[in-house]
């Protein structure tokens, strides 16, 4: 592949190439950086919640199977919260990731139109009650 002045290349399936990189670190980097601002959104509530519940970092790290030097670098934003530490903080802050991520994005209380409807769909289909919907059993159980 010729590389063109500027150390980029001719795209390959719509994506440049820098000089000296493949095409999946491109990719990826592009990724980093779409979704930079709401890992970092993530981070900030972490470390809010690190802060209110006051427990020392090193007993995050027991309680996470992280090392608190892991720790601390994410919440201080000097490392990038990977899903091992979003799972390992969730876990030491005694939080569901459900939980996380309501407090980092509040929003509506339920879903509306298509994505509800895909939501129901999902739930169906991965055996989780559907909010509004009543077992079958549970139906026949007040008819009789």
């Given at each position: 592949?010729?590389?063109?002045?500027?150390?980029v290349a001719p795209r390959e399936g719509g994506v440049a190439i820098r000089k000296g990189?493949?095409?999946?670190?491109?990719?990826?980097?592009?990724?980093?950086?779409?979704?930079?601002?709401?890992?970092?959104?993530?981070?900030?509530?972490?470390?809010?919640?690190?802060?209110?519940?006051?427990?020392?970092?090193?007993?995050?790290?027991?309680?996470s199977g992280l090392e608190a030097g892991e720790i601390e670098a994410v919440l201080d934003?000097?490392?990038?919260?990977?899903?091992?530490?979003?799972?390992?903080?969730?876990?030491?802050?005694?939080?569901?990731?459900?939980?996380l991520f309501t407090l980092a994005y509040p929003r509506p209380a339920s879903p509306r139109?298509?994505?509800?409807?895909?939501?129901?769909?999902?739930?169906?289909?991965?055996?989780?009650?559907?909010?509004?919907?009543?077992?079958?059993?549970?139906?026949?159980?007040?008819?009789?």
């Amino acid at each position: 592949m010729a590389i063109r002045e500027g150390g980029v290349a001719p795209r390959e399936g719509g994506v440049a190439i820098r000089k000296g990189e493949d095409r999946e670190a491109a990719i990826l980097g592009r990724v980093t950086d779409l979704y930079e601002e709401d890992v970092r959104r993530l981070a900030e509530t972490f470390a809010l919640l690190a802060k209110l519940v006051a427990r020392p970092v090193e007993d995050l790290a027991a309680d996470s199977g992280l090392e608190a030097g892991e720790i601390e670098a994410v919440l201080d934003g000097t490392s990038r919260l990977e899903i091992a530490h979003l799972l390992g903080l969730c876990k030491a802050l005694r939080i569901h990731p459900a939980e996380l991520f309501t407090l980092a994005y509040p929003r509506p209380a339920s879903p509306r139109g298509d994505i509800r409807r895909l939501m129901e769909r999902a739930q169906r289909a991965l055996g989780i009650p559907v909010p509004g919907e009543e077992d079958e059993e549970d139906a026949d159980d007040r008819v009789k």
